[in-house]
């Protein structure tokens, strides 16, 4: 055959019809099934097989699916999957990649509706946050990427065009984030050539957020130094615990000192729709550029993350490269400069604002900002049931929806005892939490993001964790 289309469309028309079916029941049924299930070494071995020479067929392939995929996914939209902060996705979403995958759409460039819809996307988004009318802003996989361009822009910003072409020259540039800043951003430092080590660690106050004063006499220290500060990034969501920082007092810093003011809002950008925590966002408004996702809590399928930057213009200047193929044009396919391709580092890109807008087109924004607050209430339910619970205690504030506690019954190797209990739990298919360290011992961390998430859900955490350390003490 000399086309990958069928002759005849009435056996994919059929087997596309089973798969939406069973991934609507998959999701109508997904709270009784396992959060997890470990992978079988035999299905594992399964995929070390050569490519096949001959095809075998789409029933075959959904067979497949369906035996040796299906039951071993990692279990995020599950309504007990509390390990890590992962979105649950939502079923419009689900059926918007179906949509976005039948167009098949290159939003790299060129004059097409692709590149509307994320236009749309990235205006509500800049609107959300209070940034202005200026903002340029992409849809990119995730805040890894998000916080690259942005410190891309910004060290463009700092040095001027001659970075480009000439790279920083052994300038020693350096930035600050609080201790507990995502792993993303010294990653985005060591991509951007500058060293992982020239991301100074600011320590934090006993609500997990930056110290202003630490953060000022660094900065003037680095300087008389003669490092050169350029950069500082306010976390809005820590990884361990959910703290937010002092935005708008960063903001002040920033102003003050000359840095680009950029701020990882990983999850927590989502607080802009909540009618009860919107506050802690403020002076987010005054960022240079907002790294976060839509696949958390707004509760978007994978991968949907969002990078602003206040003025398109500091994008264009780090990013835009000029080649004969890719010229555009005042009219035809190739117009409707700027182009995204010119606003980051990726030419081929999927459609990803197209189940951004059909969430938001169908849930709306107010609904979405209720998932945000209930997912605080029910971390507050699980401090307290945690706090009545004489073996459990709680390690650390719990600002927003994350809960990081304990196992403390008086026994020997409790650092070894938390980290049995939430594997036990994952391999019995019963929750999914994760563990972290907080003041130097090992604790269970209880990330509640999905919207299906319920009271019993955290309330019957707290008891099989309980049931878990009986069980490991014999």
Known sequence: ????????????????????????????????????????????????????????????????????????????????????????????????????????????????????????????????????????????????IANFIALVCARRRHCGVAVRHSGTAGRKLVGYAQAGVHRCVPGAFDMAGLGSFALRRVGTDAAGRIDAASLDAMIV???????????????AGSVDIGAVDDLAGLAAIAARQGLWFHVDAAFGALLALSETRRALLDGIERADSVAFDFHKWAQVQYDSGCILVREQQWMLDSFAQDASYLTNTARGLAGGAPW?????????????????????????AARLGAIVDRSCDLAQRLAARIAATPILVLMAPVALNIVCFRVEDGGAALDDLNADIAADLQ????????????????????????????????????????????????
Request: hydrophobic letters at 40%.
């Open 221 to 235: 220290a680095d300087r008389a130094a003669g490092l050169e500060p350029f950069f500082l990034v306010g976390t």
């Open 1 to 144: 055959m000399s086309t990958l289309d069928p002759e005849d469309w009435t056996e994919l028309r059929a087997i596309g019809h089973r798969m939406m079916d069973d991934m609507i029941d998959r999701l109508a049924g997904i709270d009784s099934a396992p959060v997890w299930r470990k992978l079988p070494d035999a299905v594992r071995h399964g995929f070390r097989a050569p490519m096949p020479e001959t095809g075998k067929g789409l029933a075959a392939a959904y067979a497949g699916f369906l035996a040796r995929i299906a039951p071993y996914a990692s279990g995020n939209i599950h309504p007990r999957f509390m390990g890590w902060v992962q979105g649950g996705g939502n079923p419009v979403g689900m059926l918007a990649e179906l949509l976005a995958g039948g167009l098949n759409e290159n939003c790299g460039g060129r004059d097409h509706v692709g590149l509307e819809v994320e236009r749309q996307v990235i205006a509500w988004s800049a609107a959300m946050l209070g940034l202005p009318e200026t903002t340029g802003g992409l849809m990119v996989t995730g805040s890894s």
């Open 340 to 364: 995204p391709c010119d606003m980051g580092p990726d030419l081929s890109r999927g459609f990803r604002a197209l189940k951004v807008w059909m969430t938001i087109e169908t849930y709306g």
């Open 427 to 474: 391999e019995d298919g019963r929750f999914v939490v994760s563990t972290t360290v907080i003041g130097g011992k090992r604790v269970l961390r209880a990330a509640i993001v999905n919207h299906r998430t319920s009271e019993r859900d955290v309330d019957d955490l707290v008891d099989a964790v309980v049931a878990a350390a009986t069980d490991r003490r014999g």
